[in-house]
């Protein structure tokens, strides 16, 4: 059955830093993998996906994606993060039954 | 464009209450819908997904429901509601093909007490 791991709870960067946040999957085909991002009490926004091709895509945002095929991973990154980016973030694999990992909470310090 | 509406925003319900939320969705035809769940600081747990009129899968066994009496409706229910339902529930949609993400409701904070 295809899950989806996010190792870090909460992770806390300062405004400006570099970010990744990790996800790992288990799938048994080739994945559909998205990135979503949540406010407090808010549903969800799409920041990125993946599905074939390159595999590096590029999100809303200034966030990006690489799929590692042979690291059964799909890590967000950002090279400069703002006080805005602060939320939580979700990584998802699968079509019909997509499952999301237990999110990464993220803090940005001023 | 689409939208998918999803109510109410907020319940509060005693224990041992029925419950029904509602989702719908405007501007496409046929979409896959599903249920999801989000205990505090908890992921999204998938509670049921539907790929039409009638299709449901279940994917947790609990004390809800889903129906889908319409192609754009989709309604989660319960006939009595435990202290363990509270938490955040989320509507989504996606168009029926494989590769396609989903697009998610605003949710509905449930408070059991």
């Known amino acids: 059955a295809q899950s989806v791991t996010q190792p870090d709870i909460h992770i806390t960067v300062s405004e400006g830093a570099s970010l990744e946040l990790r996800c790992n999957y288990s799938?048994?085909?080739?994945?559909?993998l998205f990135w979503y991002v949540q406010s407090p009490g808010q549903g969800l926004q799409l920041l990125l996906k993946?599905?074939?091709?390159?595999?590096l895509v590029q999100g809303i945002k200034g966030f990006e994606a690489e799929f590692k095929r042979s690291q059964s991973s799909f890590n967000l990154r950002k090279p400069s993060v703002h006080w805005s980016d602060a939320a939580e973030y979700f990584c998802?694999?699968?079509?019909?039954?997509?499952?999301f990992g237990a999110g990464t909470r993220l803090t940005v310090k001023p | 464009s689409q939208t998918i509406h999803q109510w109410p925003a907020t319940l509060v319900q005693p224990v041992g209450s029925p419950l029904s939320l509602e989702c719908t969705v405007e501007?496409?035809?046929?979409?896959?819908l599903y249920w999801y769940r989000q205990a505090a600081g908890r992921g999204l747990q998938l509670l049921f997904y539907?790929?039409?009129?009638?299709?449901i899968s279940s994917e947790v066994p609990q004390n809800l429901s889903a129906s889908r009496p319409q192609d754009r409706q989709f309604i989660l229910s319960s006939k009595k509601l435990l202290l363990s339902d509270s938490g955040f529930y989320l509507c989504?949609?996606?168009?029926?093909?494989?590769?396609?993400?989903?697009?998610f409701g605003q949710g509905t904070r449930l408070t059991v007490v």
């Open positions: 989504a949609w996606s168009v029926a093909v494989m590769n396609t993400e989903a697009f």
């Open positions: 998802a694999v699968g079509s019909n039954d997509m499952r």
């Open positions: 501007g496409t035809s046929n979409p896959n």
């Open positions: 539907s790929v039409g009129i009638g299709q």
């Open positions: 993946y599905f074939s091709g390159d595999t």
């Open positions: 799938y048994g085909a080739t994945p559909y």
